[in-house]
C-alpha cells in the first residue's frame, strides 16, 4: 500500500531540510531546534522576497531588509548585556520596525511578551512585575505611562520608543549606535 501523504507534509519536509542545514552552518545538531537561527537562513534564502507591507502607506520591506535590522538590533541587544532567558516586552501598533525587535529576540534566545498597547497604569504594573523585562519597546505616547508603571514596582528597564521624544531612545537611534561586533561574532553565542 502506498504511502498517503497530506498537504502538511511539505512544510515539515521543508523544516527539517532548513533545520538540517541550519545544524550543519552551526556544526551542533542541537542548532536545527533553535527558532531563531530558522528564521534567519529563512530570511537568507529568500532576500528579495517582500516580507512586509504597511497596508496604510503601501511601504514593502524585503526579507534582506528585515534581516539585516533585525541582526543590528540583536547586536544592541547583547550590547545591552541582555542573555538568554531575559525578557523584551512590544507594546506597540502593527507597523514596519514592529517585527525587527521580535526576530532579534528570538536570535538571542530571549523571552517576547506581545502586550496590549491599550493598557493602563495598574495592569501595566501587574504585567510588569510578572515578566520584569529589561527593555521595553513601544510608541512615545505610551512611554510615559510605561516608566511610571516601571517605577512603581521598582523594575529598572531600558525604554525605546519606535517613534521620536526626546524624553527616550528612539528605534532608529538604538539600531545607529556604534557597531563594533560582526553579526557572526553576536549571535548565537
Not at 547586536?75 to 542573555?83: I, P, T, V
Request: charge should be negative.
Amino acid at each position: 500500500m502506498a504511502k498517503e501523504f497530506r498537504s502538511h507534509d511539505h512544510v515539515h519536509w521543508y523544516l527539517g531540510e532548513l533545520g538540517a542545514r541550519a545544524a550543519a552552518a552551526a556544526g551542533r545538531p542541537g542548532a536545527r531546534h533553535h527558532l531563531g537561527r530558522l528564521v534567519l537562513a529563512c530570511l537568507e534564502e529568500h532576500p528579495d522576497f517582500v516580507l512586509q507591507v504597511d497596508g496604510a502607506t503601501g511601504e514593502q520591506e524585503t526579507c534582506a531588509s528585515v534581516r539585516a535590522r533585525s541582526v543590528r538590533c540583536a547586536e544592541r541587544l547583547r550590547a545591552l548585556g541582555l542573555q538568554p532567558g531575559d525578557v523584551v516586552m512590544l507594546l506597540t501598533p502593527n507597523h514596519l520596525d514592529s517585527a525587527i525587535p521580535f526576530y532579534a529576540a528570538l536570535y538571542l534566545g530571549l523571552v517576547t511578551m506581545a502586550v496590549d498597547r491599550t493598557l493602563k497604569n495598574k495592569e501595566l504594573q501587574d504585567t510588569f512585575a510578572v515578566g520584569r523585562p529589561k527593555v521595553v519597546f513601544c510608541q512615545s505616547e505610551k512611554g510615559v505611562e510605561v516608566e511610571k508603571a516601571l517605577k512603581a514596582i521598582d523594575c529598572e528597564s531600558k525604554i525605546i520608543t519606535f517613534d521620536c521624544d526626546e524624553r527616550f531612545q528612539s528605534f532608529a537611534d538604538f539600531l545607529a549606535m556604534n557597531r563594533s561586533d560582526t553579526a557572526e561574532q553576536v549571535l548565537f553565542k
